[in-house]
């Protein structure tokens, strides 16, 4: 089946009987068509179901105000995200160009698409590259890193302060009576390297370093499933802190389903307070970022260096904050304490 062809300046001109060039001034809304031409080329464009190419016209001017975003498809925070970003671009007069890295699709592809859009700026996700590579493209047009700490100072950060929120986690966990707490690791994703020392720091703090227990886990519910599987071999803990949401949502589906309760048996803390932490059958304990701020500080940022603005510090880092839900409670003193065999 074909697919209609879109109508065109074109085409509303030949239905409106006059010129493109004026049906081009009536749809700028520029000076030099009467009021009566103007009504009849809207009302054609109308009946054409004609709708301006903004992505065109920005790139036929020197400057396009696109800002473009490159995104984890594996992430559920990223969308957060890009959410918020939607918002703080509109409101400093900016569009987004996305491209997503997938699991056929690296960072560099995905950076690659952008340029080619024109974006004046860019805003990278958790961005895997290495920091000296991140320099090299600030050296081309500005880039903000949002979500995760860079060393190099070329480049501009915007991040939750990760290690203090699992300071919230495990000091949540430990006023509940809980000393064995686990952390679920993120590998190599952006932060978790934070959330470790975060958690490791936070375990002294509160005389539990004797318990520490870092398991491989990553980023996705796959990852939380077999993590899950590793906490109860030997002695388990009674609480754990998880990389992200999305690798809980596998730890809590996966105890539940091997006859655990949660959180009466083992209490789980998650990171991001993601929209699947929200749903009413997860209702996730999480670490919160402030999406908005976060948005509104990388977008703010990538317009200060666009416009030529002096800033006064490379990264900006925002606090987090603990939202309890029902999957964290008191240490029960029936918790189990050998291991068990996941159904």
């Known amino acids: 089946m074909s697919v209609p062809r879109r109508p065109r300046l074109e085409d509303v001109a030949a239905l409106a009987g006059v010129s493109r060039a004026l049906v081009s001034i009536v749809i700028r809304d520029a000076p030099g068509a009467s009021a009566a031409t103007r009504e009849r080329v809207r009302r054609a464009a109308d009946q054409l179901g004609y709708r301006p190419d903004t992505r065109a016209r920005m790139l036929s001017r020197s400057r396009t105000r696109l800002l473009g975003v490159v995104f984890g498809v594996q992430h559920a925070f990223h969308g957060d995200l890009v959410d918020g970003l939607y918002a703080a671009a509109s409101g400093a007069g900016y569009d987004l ?61 915007v991040r939750t302060d990760d290690a203090a929120g699992l300071h919230l986690a495990v000091g949540h966990l430990a006023s509940l009576g809980h000393r064995r707490i686990a952390h679920i690791d993120g590998g190599r994703a952006a932060g978790a390297a934070e959330r470790r020392r975060g958690y490791r720091e936070a375990m002294r703090h509160h005389g539990l370093a004797a318990h520490e227990q870092i398991v491989g886990g990553g980023l996705t519910e796959d990852d939380g499933a077999a993590a899950a599987a590793d906490l109860l071999h030997g002695q388990p803990p009674t609480a754990v802190t998880v990389f992200n949401d999305r690798c809980a949502t596998g730890v809590l589906h996966t105890l539940r389903a091997g006859g655990l309760d949660i959180p009466g048996d083992i209490s789980i803390v998650g990171f991001d307070d993601s929209r699947l932490a929200q749903l009413s059958h997860v209702d996730l304990t999480t670490v919160a970022q402030d999406v908005d701020r976060l948005a509104t500080l990388a977008v703010g940022r990538a317009v200060a260096r666009l416009d030529g603005k002096p800033v006064d510090r490379r990264e900006l880092v925002v606090p987090p904050r603990l939202v309890v839900r029902t999957t964290t409670t008191e240490a029960q003193p029936g918790a189990p304490t050998t291991s068990r065999t996941l159904l």
């Open 97 to 157: 160009a996305l491209s997503a890295v997938t699991p056929r699709r690296d960072e560099d592809d995905a950076v690659a698409g952008l340029l080619q859009d024109r974006c004046e700026a860019m805003i990278l996700l958790g961005p895997r590259t290495p920091a000296a590579q991140l320099a090299q493209l600030t050296a081309r047009l500005p880039v903000v890193v949002l979500a995760r700490h860079v060393r190099d100072r070329a480049v501009d950060v």
